[in-house]
């Protein structure tokens, strides 16, 4: 392909890339890449630029760099001094590089490879490569790129101060290239440009002092715009550069493959498998590993504030999440600052939960304001915020030490109370109080009290309003605070007892109440200052179920547990105590011949099968002989039979006699007693026509031998058988006339 060819066909490529048909300027470009030696110095420089706007939109940075140098066919400066443009326009590249317009939409010129570099510097930095393009400048002094970067930053910055609506971009350049350029590990050497630029070198007191000059300035630009557009703590820019310079420590590193590196982002290095690197370089991150082992940071990876340097595309607001801002502000004591702007968002502290997505990151840096902001109102007297902050601080992770308790019990005691301890609030808003206070220090025994005390008060006072199920709940809630309190315990008591009278007195329907719990609060009621009133009629009740009980287990054979129960039932009062330990069968047995005695007193139910039952147990338990047993039962029996013959129950007395077995002869008085009954219940059978039981019934009295000689006669008293001898009237026909004469 001979010259003209070869101009003709990169004409046709201008003309290509011109209308936008970027594939055929491509392929144009490569028919005349094997010819470039034939190309004039004119038509090679285009060539270049052609190579190098293509390069541009594909991204390949490194190329587009490279081409644009051989489009002038030398290096930049190498040191960044004062120097003219060598194409005649009387531009200063130190001008060019310290203050850019970086807003302007016009394109630098190209009159010599200083402009050119700075407007490739910042297409790359708008699209996350800055890296790559400062890679591919040749920087022979080492100041070169540092120019760059600072030329960014100026430009930034001033975009940053003079701009009515911030873009995030300026921002961001003014956070992150800032922020390397001040970096006390001077990672760019920026001192070391501005000593050249000056000539002279700078005592270590004046750079720190123009650092902080520059410093001032850059923070009142980022304050300005944060209050130009309403930004509060948690997403202003002002925040993001304190969290940028205290917490990050970012490098900008020469590396192939990534320029900015945080340990909280990437994870800690992997020393074994990546070797050694210079760890001074890397100001302290603890990073050992070849840069060239670094995976490239994607915009999904890279810090927020540094994405826009080396990934992704611009940010829109805060360059650091909510929860960093959290921890900085926690770290560096701006609690006010971080609860005013959460709470604002979020809400009151008391709906603040540890646990919810809303709230998890930031929980331990706003439970470390919140503890912080308790002391401050705790030194100001302010009892009942320093309670609400120290809950919130502890439902949100906070460990609560020996200070803090201390400042819950004092600020529990002191809440609701004027400055000569009088109370002045109520008494619901006190418990609240000093519940909280008792969740915060739950092993304080003032608080317990007082809180327990405060809870029997206001159970006091729900039952005068004829509340019980609330004033049950505070009595049980301060025995929950304090086990041991003996007025929560009594006034419970009371209110127990009460409510089983009302049930076992039938005044109310309910389930029956178990023994075990009611000889509790019997015990403790009998020991009480004041018992309750209805205490001894809850005790009857309570002595009818035991005494029953120990019967039923005596009846069964089962005598110790009819020694405990009877045991149990004398510990209850006090005045039995002494031999609540000493119950034997002997006791058992006397309370088997009462009930017995109870029984024929009377005179219902089972009795005549009982009582015999009673009164064998009885004499087991007291371990009698026959005839003995046989006494014990005439002892019990006889007063009662007069009543049964008496009032014409004589089939009942028959029917004791059954289950005694009592021998004839023991006792004559219960011998004619029990002949008068069969003879008596014949009479009234042979009358019904029963025959048959009339004649079985006179052989039985028969046989009890009713002759006036054969009897001993017991002296007989009318109050022992008042039926017997009250006005006795018109004797029978059919009477034998020796049983009057007998009795």
């Known amino acids: ?136 400048i040749p920087d022979p002094s080492g100041n070169r790129r540092t120019a760059v970067v600072h030329a960014l930053a100026v430009g930034a910055l001033r975009s940053l101060a003079r701009s009515e609506k911030v873009d995030p971009a300026h921002a961001v350049f003014v956070i992150a290239v800032w922020h390397l350029l001040l970096d006390d590990g001077d990672p760019l050497c920026f001192e070391d440009m501005v000593t050249a630029r000056r000539g002279s070198s700078l005592s270590a007191e004046e750079w720190r002092s123009a650092c902080a000059t520059l410093t001032a300035r850059i923070r009142t630009a980022l304050r300005s715009a944060d209050e130009q557009h309403g930004h509060d703590v948690l997403v202003g820019w002002d925040t993001a550069w304190n969290v940028e310079v205290n917490e990050y420590g970012g490098e900008l590193v020469r590396g192939k493959l990534a320029y900015l590196r945080t340990e909280e982002r990437f994870g800690q290095c992997d020393n074994e498998q990546y070797g050694l690197w210079d760890e001074d370089w890397f100001g302290g991150l603890g990073c050992r590993c070849d840069v060239d082992t670094w995976q490239p940071p994607t915009s999904a990876t890279a810090p927020p504030c540094l994405g826009l340097l080396f990934g992704g595309r611009p940010v829109h607001g805060s360059p650091v999440t909510v929860h960093m801002a959290a921890e900085y502000l926690d770290e560096f004591g701006e609690h006010r600052a971080l609860l005013t702007a959460y709470t604002r968002r979020h809400g009151e502290p008391a709906t603040w939960q540890a646990d919810s997505d809303t709230h998890r990151a930031c929980a331990p840096h706003l439970a470390g304001a919140l503890a912080a902001r308790a002391h401050d109102r705790f030194t100001k007297d302010d009892w009942q915020n320093t309670l ?73 006072e729900a039952l005068r309003k004829k509340d019980r199920n609330q004033g049950r709940a505070r009595f049980q809630r301060a025995l929950c605070v304090r086990p041991d309190d003996p007025v929560a315990q009594d006034a419970l008591d009371a209110l127990d007892l009460d409510d089983i009278a009302s049930v076992v007195t039938g005044d109310r329907p309910g389930k029956q109440p178990g023994l075990q719990r009611v000889g509790k609060l019997l015990h403790r009621g009998f020991r009480a200052g004041s018992p309750a009133e209805n205490l001894h009629e809850v005790y009857s009740w309570y002595h009818d179920r035991m005494i029953e009980r120990t019967v039923r287990r005596a009846l069964d054979g089962k005598r110790s547990e009819a020694r405990r129960i009877l045991r149990q039932l004398r510990e209850v009062r006090p005045f039995e105590n002494q031999r609540g330990d000493q119950a034997d069968d002997g006791d058992v047995a006397l309370l088997l011949r009462d009930t017995a005695v109870r029984q024929l007193g009377a005179l219902s139910g089972d009795y005549t099968r009982q009582v015999p039952l009673l009164l064998s147990a009885s004499a087991s338990f007291a371990q009698l002989t026959g005839a003995e047993a046989e006494r014990q039962a005439l002892e019990i029996v006889v007063p009662f039979a007069g009543d049964l013959v008496d009032t014409g129950r004589w089939s009942e007395l028959i029917a004791l006699q059954v289950g005694l077995l009592i021998t004839p002869g023991r006792c004559s008085t219960y011998d004619q007693l029990l002949a008068v009954a069969y003879h008596r219940r014949a009479r009234a059978r042979r009358a019904d026509g029963e025959h048959a039981g009339a004649v079985r019934d006179e052989r039985a009295a028969s046989a009890l031998g009713l002759e006036t000689g054969r009897q001993t006669s017991l002296p007989l008293g009318p109050m022992m058988f008042p039926g017997l001898f009250d006005s006795p009237g018109a004797s029978d026909s059919d009477d034998p006339p020796y049983i009057q004469e007998t009795l």
């Not at 004039?40 to 190098?52: G, I, K, N, P």
């Not at 040191?79 to 203050?99: F, H, K, M, N």
């Open 1 to 136: 392909m001979n010259t003209t060819d070869t101009t003709r066909i990169l004409r046709q490529a201008e003309d290509a890339y011109g209308t936008g048909d970027f594939a055929r300027t491509l392929n144009l470009m490569d028919r005349i890449s094997t010819d470039l030696p034939d190309l004039t110095v004119e038509d090679r420089a285009s060539y270049d630029a052609l190579r190098a706007l293509l390069a541009e939109r594909a991204g390949n940075w490194p190329e587009a760099v490279q081409r644009w140098l051989a489009v002038f066919g030398t290096t930049p400066p190498t040191s960044g001094e004062d120097q003219p443009c060598d194409q005649g326009c009387d531009c200063d590249v130190r001008t060019v590089l310290d203050a850019p317009d970086a807003t302007s939409g016009e394109t630098p010129c190209l009159c010599c490879p200083a402009h050119a570099l700075w407007r490739l510097v910042w297409q790359a930095a708008r699209q996350g490569a800055l890296g790559e393009v400062l890679d591919a």
């Open 388 to 460: 609400a902050d120290l809950t919130s601080a502890a439902r949100l992770g906070l460990v609560l030490d020996r200070s803090h308790h201390e400042m819950a019990r004092k600020a529990g005691l002191s809440a609701g109370r004027n400055g000569n301890g009088y109370q002045r609030a109520t008494l619901v808003q006190r418990i609240v109080w000093l519940e909280s206070a008792h969740a915060l220090a739950p092993d304080d025994t003032d608080l317990a009290k007082e809180l327990a005390a405060a809870l029997v008060r206001r159970g006091t």
